[in-house]
């Protein structure tokens, strides 16, 4: 069996859960990681088998050993990697957002496309198994012709006001999932946005220019209407639910939880609280997006979620803003990257 050797840009939180997580995988190997803070860094790697740690990535990409690259790094970095990333023939597996600017994702997407190899965009939830049978459900029929999306996504408890100064906003930063998985349901493209927000949960986040509570509205090419909510704080755990409503029926994804029992006595009725944070939520979804990206590499199959999809996600994620401020319908025109008030 061919072994793909792979490097990893990026050894914060997410980098490591990729290399935990391709460690127990028989068919790829991390063979290099990276990252502008190398301490302690070495111990962690040799407990992992990873032969090669380097403070600069460029050692990665230039690599003869190495075929793909997981691109881990914070957002600003990941535009200027992919286009050295494939320039070295590196295939790519890029974390979300490709960039904060769409132009700046355009240009990194066309060294890709002149380059020939194979992008991912790290959007997981594509990979759940609940997202997954609901984009399934609709696409087969069963529900008829799509009428009606609703997607809630609201967070166990805001990140850091550091966090937030860095991470483009709610809506490049946790809506752009919504985004994505309305595209990834509906196949239809978003035409339109009309976004409303507020800032109800942490003043330091408005402070930041930013909002924590936010509803937005999406009209779909195919004539669907859409509706995603979103909160920086769900006391009771990570919310994450999903309705598509057609012409024949309905489908719905409800939360993961620890398990299923309901207790029902004369006291109420009790049942376990929705899994606490994305990580828990959302390991196997993690778990199979790279195994997915592994098999498209190995034997040149398509990818789930391509450099496209990225794109549009941060089309849809820019035209959220522009309505926000403007208090008025974004519309996205299909082809180059523009957008009109209605």
């Known amino acids: 069996m061919f072994m793909l050797q792979v490097g990893i840009i990026g050894a914060g939180r997410i980098g490591k859960l990729h290399a935990d997580h391709i460690q127990h995988m028989c068919n790829v190997r991390v063979r290099a990681i990276s990252d502008v803070c190398i301490a302690g860094l070495d111990t962690w790697a040799s407990e992992m088998g990873i032969p090669v740690v380097t403070s600069d990535y460029h050692d990665v990409l230039y690599d003869p050993e190495i075929q793909a690259v997981f691109i881990c790094s914070p957002t600003s970095t990941h535009a200027a990697i992919i286009q050295e990333a494939a320039e070295a023939g590196k295939h790519i597996f890029c974390e979300k957002p490709v960039s904060f600017s769409v132009e700046t994702t355009e240009q990194a997407l066309a060294a890709v496309k002149t380059a020939g190899v194979k992008m991912q965009v790290g959007f997981n939830r594509r990979f759940d198994h609940n997202f997954k049978k609901a984009r399934d459900v609709v696409q087969a029929g069963q529900i008829g012709a799509p009428h009606l999306l609703r997607i809630t996504s609201r967070d166990p408890e805001p990140p850091s006001a550091e966090y ?179």
Not at 167 to 179: A, E, P, R, V, W
Not at 235 to 253: I, K, N, P, W
Not at 264 to 286: C, H, I, N, S, W
Not at 289 to 304: N, Q, S, T
């Open 164 to 342: 937030i100064s860095k991470s483009g906003g709610l809506f490049m930063d946790m809506t752009i999932h919504d985004f994505d998985m309305a595209r990834y349901v509906m196949q239809s493209e978003v035409v339109e946005v009309y976004a409303q927000g507020a800032n109800l949960i942490d003043p330091k986040i408005g402070e930041l220019n930013d909002i924590d509570t936010a509803v937005i509205n999406l009209r779909f090419a195919n004539g669907a209407l859409g509706i995603i909510e979103n909160s920086r704080k769900a006391v009771y755990g990570y919310d994450q639910r999903l309705e598509a409503f057609g012409s024949a029926g309905c489908v719905t994804t409800n939360n993961d939880r620890a398990s299923t029992a309901i207790v029902a006595t004369a006291d109420g009725v009790q049942m376990d609280k929705p899994l606490y944070f994305f990580l828990e939520r959302y390991t196997q979804a993690y778990i199979q997006e790279v195994e997915d990206f592994v098999r498209a590499v190995l034997h040149d199959g398509p990818i789930v979620c391509d450099a496209n999809d990225g794109l549009q996600a941060e089309r849809i994620a820019r035209a959220a803003k522009e309505s926000l401020l403007s208090g008025r319908p974004v519309k996205l025109e299909h082809g180059p990257a523009t957008m009109q008030h209605q």
